[in-house]
């Protein structure tokens, strides 16, 4: 498989950069949204919970931001990957070649715009949390990686089944915002019953949100285990879900 | 031009097998419901729209596929270009088979022509610089002017056309599949493609047609075969083929 995207190199970096030229296509302001949505968003939360909406967590802005992108990003990359592969119905249809690439595309041009709110996140943080560069920031680049793992690793099986069954394409949003729920995207892991906490050590997702708390928002080192953990889950989590598409992957021209 | 022995393509003993669905179960509540009830998942007859497909292509040969509607021809075309995987039996195929079915190079309907192009040849595995080394042929040929940079969805069938035809020929092919593409084009441009895919063939390029257009595969294929429920029932010379083919399809009429 691996050999097989690298061969189609080409294709992948046209795909991602395709992907962003068509989301901002047709607008005045173009490349530029990409920095004014987070900005927007960062500034809404930083207002709302910064000074209306007051919860027990010191600086809940700067917890909020440290988990929220990576949250957003799940569900966009997700919900756009259910309907990637009908989009492109007549590539699938009439050309042989590795049909993942339209999936991992999908998933690369979003990470372009997360690492992007991720800077910007970083810089708040900085800025009026820390007031200096925490290093343990060393480690983002790691946690990126196991994200974009554990997203193409769900986005694969999720993309194919949504050919076969359309009520991924209607479920999958459901789905996410009920997850999104119950993962520490809004609250800490620590509020959560001890009870309750062993559901959320399966969740890979929850896991990969501690993460980024810890490193974003505490500014502190986490327990090296603990991502090892992460990187490990997102590894078979991505080889899982690369070996279920390419199972399903030869039906795909006879159904879509 | 004598066709070297190596085959290019070789289909031996394919079967394709689809069904033909009186229930298919589209959503996860009615899967569920289904499972719980103990009644399967899908109703389906086998109809089988290839069987026992036998058939070598040699290099440098150029091939006609006739057939009613249904026989399986583009079926079978799905099957030379890896797109469909056989139910049984096995499909071999050396050197960059590019088929051009359907929309060809035309799929992205926001993206301009040129764009969609690019697009095609990297999926078919072109790099980087023999992209850009292509582009131009691609241009030239599909003689579209300015509108190569409109989006797609501008574009008449047969302009659409044209820029597949365009691509998949200018892609440098070793086998080319070509279905119906040139029903669509204009009077200049189909003298144009069939120049184009002479030199082709001239060069040791393999072809194989499927069409209805029996004057066109006269003039550009030296073998052709009748499929007939996804099975070959005749062979030879395009002219005693499609004299067979017209003359069953007469009787049936």
């Known amino acids: 498989m691996l050999t097989d995207i690298w061969k189609h190199r080409e294709l992948l970096r046209r795909l991602v950069w395709r992907n962003i030229a068509v989301r901002y296509q047709r607008s005045v302001l173009g490349l530029f949204w990409a920095l004014l949505n987070p900005l927007l968003a960062i500034a809404l939360l930083v207002g709302v919970f910064g000074f209306i909406v007051r919860i027990q967590v010191a600086s809940y802005w700067a917890f909020l931001l440290s988990g929220y992108f990576v949250w957003v990003y799940v569900v966009h990359t997700l919900t756009a990957c259910a309907t990637v592969l009908s989009e492109h119905a007549s590539m699938v249809k009439g050309l042989k070649f590795p049909t993942e690439l339209l999936v991992i595309g999908q998933a690369l041009s979003r990470l372009l715009e997360f690492c992007v709110e991720l800077l910007l996140v970083v810089g708040a943080l900085v800025l009026f949390r820390h007031h200096g560069l925490p290093s343990s920031l060393i480690l983002l680049p790691l946690l990126v990686a196991a994200q974009l793992l554990l997203v193409v690793g769900l986005a694969l099986p999720a993309a194919a089944l949504a050919v076969f069954f359309r009520d991924v394409q209607h479920g999958l949003p459901v789905a996410l915002t009920m997850a999104g729920y119950l993962s520490p995207v809004y609250y800490p892991i620590t509020m959560v019953p001890a009870g309750a906490l062993i559901l959320y050590r399966l969740n890979p997702i929850a896991r990969l949100l501690e993460l980024y708390h810890v490193t974003l928002y505490d500014g502190k080192w986490p327990p090296i285990g603990d991502v090892a953990v992460v990187l490990i889950f997102a590894l078979l989590v991505a080889g899982l879900g690369g070996l279920a598409f390419r199972k399903l992957r030869p039906t795909l021209p006879e159904v879509i | ?253």
């Open chain 2, 1 to 253: 031009m004598t066709p070297s022995v190596q085959p290019v393509v070789e289909c031996r003993g394919v079967a394709k097998q689809f069904y033909a669905y009186t229930h298919r179960t589209t959503s996860l509540q009615e899967a569920a419901l289904r499972l719980l009830r103990r009644r399967p998942l899908h109703v389906r007859q086998a109809s089988f729209q290839v069987t026992d497909l036998t058939l070598t292509v040699a290099k440098g040969e150029s091939v006609a596929l006739v057939g009613a509607n249904g026989s399986g021809k583009s079926t079978a075309l799905r099957l030379m270009a890896g797109i469909y995987a056989p139910t049984s039996g096995d499909v071999v195929s050396r050197g960059r088979v590019v088929a051009v079915i359907e929309l060809g190079a035309t799929f992205h309907t926001d993206l301009a022509g040129r764009e969609n192009v690019e697009l095609y040849l990297a999926a078919l595995g072109l790099s980087r610089s023999a992209i850009a080394e292509r582009l131009p042929d691609v241009l030239t040929f599909a003689d579209l002017g300015d509108f190569i940079e409109e989006p797609l969805k501008y574009y008449s069938s047969g302009m659409r056309a044209r820029l597949a035809f365009a691509a998949a020929v200018c892609a440098d092919p070793d086998v080319l599949l070509l279905d119906e593409v040139l029903a669509v084009g204009d009077a200049r441009f189909r003298e144009r493609c069939l120049e184009r895919l002479r030199s082709f063939h001239a060069r040791g390029g393999t072809l194989v047609v499927v069409s209805h257009d029996t004057d066109l595969l006269r003039a550009l294929c030296s073998r052709a075969f009748w499929l007939d429920g996804g099975r070959v029932v005749a062979s030879g010379t395009p002219d005693d083929v499609i004299q067979a083919y017209l003359g069953a399809e007469g009787a049936h009429n």
